[in-house]
């Protein structure tokens, strides 16, 4: 049920985002979402893709520092409240989210919500107690498509 | 013109060969009694004391180098019981063991000598007000300064480093008409000079005698044009005496040696050849006065050259241009020696494989900075950014720790510091000097 997020180390200086989404262009990997965390000197650029392994793999071999984290996706209605929601939930179980950035899929009035906390297993199952819909990789692979 | 010891700064060249020749071989023969390490290094090299004969003799005589204080640490080289030891200082011991030198009573005195005769051609009389805002302590700055100063006679105020606010208002109250410091240090005082608005009438200030760090003729205009003073050039190392080691006189063009007490050599520090008058190349001191720690072509790995000419000034003693260089990686650094070895130590204590990394020194406002470029390893990443910012906080506070001086850690991307096939280049000097 976890998805396979891939981070990547990124300098702040221009041309190095555009050399990251090229790469994955040439070795035909679809970018479903991203997000970036950016400080002054540098940012980590965070990637979900269809083809995580092989993601990782074309961005080390081209020099990047990258690694893969397991985060969660989850949906929530695309609507007010519909992530206050969610965040109620994890509150109250004391899961907290190191990060989470959301996107839209290209069908239903859904929103996805990737998050990111220290025990991704425990927090499934919290999650799927509270009948929070989680959303496998493979949906989200295909829900972009 | 006047002079503090006239008859040794004006000497005939011939006249201080034979003073030099009679002291060496008195200092041959003492650390060759006295002191295990040379007279193993003698024996190697198959030189009795009587061999030596005089100055020309010089040549034939074992280096020392910084190490062998080391691996004597701390008093293996000293010549004296310690019962005769009145002062000791040791360097701060940031790359690795501390060195450390000692003086006995007579030695102060050369000290407190060679430091007068410098002072005394930057114009300083009994009339005068020295401010030493060298710091105090091990470092041999401040007590070096401080008692040159009252060797001359002059009111000395021990001001020591840092509070500059004190320090600016003591300047006025007390009339201060010298000042010994750091140079970037007396372009600091200017600039708060500005920002409180004192005026340069309010001070009588007259000369600065600036060392302990590297500086420019473009800065040594600046300090002048902007506190309206003389800025004189002094140079010394610690293991020699302190500062007094070389100083200029008021034409400010290469700094006079006490060549009686201190016997200068240039050499290819390669090849380790005595090089040809005027050539660039290592200078190596042998002293020939000292008792305590008497040093016998002591390697100061600083690249600089002579010049026998007699100085305008009338003084006949050999002058050395500005250290121009070093033959090591040292860095001098707000006046702290950081050794690109040291921050490759406290990189391997982060990681389990020192990463890439090239320190970026500059000069920004007139103080030095230190910018530390760290290659991210895959080890070393995590997609959290307070993670990765805790990485930089932990090598900073390390540096500053260990080293003893603030740098700002930036992360840099795999393989974005450039590489190469020999020794590794790691840093990059920006400060116009
Ligand atoms: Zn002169």
Not at chain 1, 22 to 44: E, H, P, V, Y
Not at chain 2, 124 to 131: D, G, I, R, V
Request: aromatic share 8%.
């Amino acid at each position: 049920m976890l998805v396979q997020q891939i981070s990547v180390f990124l300098e702040n200086k221009s041309g190095r985002l555009a050399e990251v989404t090229r790469t994955l262009a040439s070795n035909n990997i679809d970018i479903c979402a991203l997000s970036i965390a950016d400080t002054t000197d540098f940012g980590i650029l965070r990637l979900i893709v269809n083809k995580p392994q092989d993601a990782e793999k074309a961005l080390s071999d081209n020099g990047f520092t990258v690694s893969c984290t397991d985060v969660i996706a989850i949906a929530v209605e695309d609507k007010p409240g519909g992530l206050a929601f969610v965040l109620e939930i994890l509150q109250d179980n004391a899961i907290s989210i190191e990060y989470m950035y959301a996107f839209v899929g290209k069908t239903g009035n859904e929103a996805f919500v990737i998050l990111r906390v220290e025990n991704p297993e425990d927090a499934l199952r919290t999650l799927t107690n509270c009948d929070i819909k989680i959303i496998p990789s493979e949906k989200i692979y295909c829900n972009v498509k | 013109m006047s002079f503090w010891n006239e008859k040794y700064e004006c000497m005939s060249r011939d006249e201080m060969r034979k003073v030099q020749s009679e002291r060496l071989i008195k200092t041959v023969n003492r650390v060759y009694n006295n002191v295990p390490t040379y007279r193993k290094k003698m024996d190697e090299k198959g030189i009795l004391p009587g061999d030596i004969k005089s100055v020309d003799d010089l040549k034939h005589l074992p280096f020392t180098y910084k190490q062998d204080l080391r691996d004597t640490y701390p008093f293996g080289l000293f010549a004296v019981p310690m019962s005769e030891i009145v002062r000791i200082h040791a360097s701060s011991g940031t790359t690795g063991k501390k060195t450390v030198v000692g003086y006995t009573k007579e030695d102060l005195e050369v000290w407190s000598e060679v430091i007068a005769r410098t002072f005394t051609g930057a114009g300083l009389t009994k009339e005068s007000f020295l401010q030493v805002s060298y710091g105090y302590g091990l470092f041999t700055g401040g007590l070096g300064a401080h008692y040159g100063g009252e060797k001359v006679g002059a009111t000395v105020i021990p001001t020591s480093s840092g509070n500059t606010k004190l320090q600016l208002s003591l300047m006025q109250d007390f009339g201060t008409t010298h000042i010994a410091c750091t140079p970037s240090y007396a372009l600091y005082l200017a600039e708060e000079m500005e920002e409180l608005g004192i005026k340069r009438s309010d001070l009588k200030l007259q000369a600065g005698i600036f060392g302990a760090e590297p500086w420019s003729e473009s800065m040594r205009k600046e300090i002048e044009d902007r506190l309206k003073i003389k800025a004189i050039d002094i140079y010394g190392l610690s293991e020699v005496i302190g500062p007094g080691v070389a100083c200029e006189c008021e034409y400010q063009n290469g700094m006079h040696i006490p060549e009686d007490h201190f016997i200068p050599e240039i050499i290819d520090p390669d090849t380790e050849e005595v090089l040809p008058e005027g050539s660039k190349g290592e200078i190596v001191f042998t002293t020939v006065t000292k008792e305590g720690l008497p040093l016998i072509r002591y390697r100061t790995k600083d690249l600089s050259s002579l010049n026998y000419e007699r100085c305008e000034c009338g003084r006949t003693e050999v002058r050395m241009s500005k250290v121009t260089g070093r033959t090591d990686d040292m860095l001098i650094i707000r006046g702290v020696n950081v050794f690109p070895s040291q921050v490759e130590s406290v990189l391997l204590s982060i990681g389990e494989t020192a990463p890439h990394y090239m320190l970026v020194v500059d000069r920004k406002d007139n103080l030095d900075t230190l910018e530390i470029q760290v290659e991210l390893s895959t080890a070393m990443f995590s997609d959290e950014v307070k993670k990765l910012e805790d990485i930089e906080r932990k090598i900073t506070k390390e540096v500053q720790s260990t080293l003893g001086i603030s740098a700002k850690v930036r992360l840099v991307e795999p393989k974005s510091i450039q590489r190469s096939e020999g020794k590794a280049k790691r840093v990059i000097d920006k400060r116009v000097l």
